[in-house]
């Protein structure tokens, strides 16, 4: 009985295994292990949490699965419907969406709330990946002026909701394949010149918490019950970890309610009190290697779409973990970007592994010549 019953079992395992990249699975999956560990600790008085994670874990791994089964041709021909739909959506959001917290970042369609500003992370990337595409071998100055114009209309709208932390990775990530499509390093140079030199004149355009944010990052004493109070315990949080940590469930930032937002955007502060420095040197050696294998996933990509496409959304998940780690540690501005496969948050996660879904489906059919 033991062998017939192992059959379907075995082919249904070959079956998801021949669809996945074994290297970048096993690294993911490590990094969710050690999310669940540390949300376990985080988020010990509402359990609820951990359960609501592991349904969006089944979710996102499902959206993977089923993306990596699409050649990159297929995907390319998603670009321009999912952009424009993303780009409707949050014009809809501008006009209709509902407001929380004083944001205007939800769109109610009856039956469930979306937040379309998270469709534009994979959206971004696609599009200008398709566009660069089809210019390949005629690239110039305006292709790029096209491109950087299709980046800015959306940022501006999410940026206006106001959502500063999707706005910057939406730009992370059209920038990345701007860059990856042969920018020129005097353009760059001269757009960062010109960036800089527009702060004066972008921080009147910043909200009153956004500005009270980056004064903070300065002096965070200057507010150490207000504006300043994320960011002096969250230092505490990573600093008190030590070389090997307090151990799992015994960090008392997080324990005794002094660290605010401990499931979501500051659970690096609660895995660095816990863990230690080890642990981050593990985590980020997880992170290391994940970004490694999605760089050398686009190096090998067959197409110049998928080298882009690959390599933006390798990068942009660099820009995740650099971003919310370095504003836990006290070195950026608490802005609202979660720890990648470790932070509470079904929406982010599905993201993240679709965009894994697309380094695999890249890996895949990298063999494929297209027609």
Known sequence: MRGPLQQPFMNLWLRFTDKIDPPLFALAFALLLLGLITLASAAN?????????????????????????????????????????????????????????????????????????????????????????????????????????????????????????????????????????????????????????????????????????????????????????????????VGSGGLAGKGWLKGTQAHLEFLPERSTDFIFAVYSEEFGLLGNCLLLLLYLLLIGRGLAIAANAPTFFARLLAGAVTLTFFTYAFVNMGMVSGILPVVGVPLPLISFGGTALVTLFLGIGILMSIHRHRKLVQT
């Not at 970042?105 to 009856?110: A, D, F, P, Y």
């Not at 206006?160 to 920038?175: E, I, K, N, S």
């Not at 353009?187 to 909200?207: E, R």
């Open 45 to 237: 008085d509402t359990p609820s949490r951990i359960n609501a994670q592991a349904v969006s874990i089944l979710v996102a791994l499902t959206v993977m699965w089923t993306v990596a089964q699409f050649q990159p041709q297929t995907l390319m021909r998603f670009a321009v419907p999912v952009y424009a739909f993303g780009l409707v959506l949050l014009i809809a959001v501008a006009l209709f969406g509902d407001v929380v917290n004083g944001a205007r970042r939800w769109l109610n369609l009856g039956v469930t709330r979306i937040q379309p500003s998270e469709i534009m992370k994979i959206a971004m990337p696609l599009m200008l990946a398709w566009y660069f595409h089809r210019y390949e071998a005629t690239l110039r100055l305006r292709q790029y002026i096209v491109a950087s114009l299709l980046l800015i209309i959306p940022v501006l709208l999410i940026a206006r909701q106001p959502d500063l932390g999707t706005a910057l990775l939406v730009t992370a990530a059209g920038f990345y394949v701007i860059f990856l499509a042969g920018l020129s390093w005097k353009l760059l140079l001269g757009m960062l010149l010109a960036a800089g030199a527009s702060l004066p004149f972008l921080w009147p355009l910043l909200h009153d918490y956004q500005r009270r944010r980056i004064l903070t990052l300065l002096d965070p004493a200057t507010d150490p019950l207000g504006a300043g109070y994320h960011i002096i315990q969250s230092t505490i949080a």
